[in-house]
Every structure is written in structure tokens, then in C-alpha cells.
Nanobody
Framework: VQLQASGGGLVQAGGSLKLSCAAS????????MGWFRQAPGKEREFVAA????????YYADSVKGRFTISRDNAKNTVYLQMNSLKPEDTAVYYC?????????????????WGQGTLVTVSS
């Protein structure tokens, strides 16, 4: 399984970005997926996750109401729409595949990771 994240960049506070994560392999639709982020000097933290069907979504309190996770199983892709961005959202964003039965909210619940895409929000 390979995960390729893209869509990061530099944006002003209040702006928007949409991240994409393209997955290889035929079993993408069988797994929940998540987005995490890591800011300089900080630990990796949970951002959002989505169930295999897309019917359930989960968000960190810090991004609720601003970020939306979605997926297109026909395209083997998961997305993260980020609106009303703040300087504190600056981080490298990683997509990851959650393994069955694990927690959505911890990095320990995910087995495959993308390479990360940098999001920088200027004030």
C-alpha cells in the first residue's frame, strides 16, 4: 500500500486549501482513513478520520467546523477540505490507513502513512 498526499502550500490566514491522498491497491474502500499533522517541535496529532464507507467522520476539536474529510472510493482518494485556516494550522499533514479495530484518534491505530504535505498559514 502506498499513500501519496498532495495539495499543501502557502495560504493566508482565513484562506482555504484542499488536500488529497491517493492510495494504491484494491482494498482502499475496505479501510477507514485519517489525517494527522505535525508542527515543528510538536508531536503528531490527530486531525480527522473517515470510515470505510464515508458514513462516519471524526474531527479534532481544534478543526471542527472548519475542516471536512471526505473520500471517493472509486478514485481511491481521501480529501481534507480546510477552510478558515489559522497560523496554528501550519504543519506537515499526513494521511494514513487505519487498521481494523483500532482507535480513530491515535497514530498508533494506523499502519500505512503517506509522505506528508506541508501547509503553511501566514498571518
Amino acid at each position: 500500500v502506498q499513500l501519496q498526499a498532495s495539495g499543501g502550500g502557502l495560504v493566508q490566514a482565513g484562506g482555504s486549501l484542499k488536500l488529497s491522498c491517493a492510495a494504491s491497491g484494491r482494498s482502499f474502500s475496505s479501510y477507514a482513513m485519517g489525517w494527522f499533522r505535525q508542527a515543528p517541535g510538536k508531536e503528531r496529532e490527530f486531525v480527522a478520520a473517515i470510515s470505510w464507507s464515508g458514513g462516519n467522520t471524526y474531527y479534532a476539536d481544534s478543526v471542527k467546523g472548519r475542516f471536512t474529510i471526505s473520500r471517493d472510493n472509486a478514485k481511491n482518494t481521501v480529501y481534507l477540505q480546510m477552510n478558515s485556516l489559522k497560523p496554528e494550522d501550519t504543519a506537515v499533514y499526513y494521511c494514513a490507513r487505519k487498521y481494523p479495530g483500532s482507535t480513530y484518534y491515535s497514530a498508533s491505530g494506523y499502519d500505512y502513512w503517506g509522505q506528508g504535505t506541508l501547509v503553511t498559514v501566514s498571518s
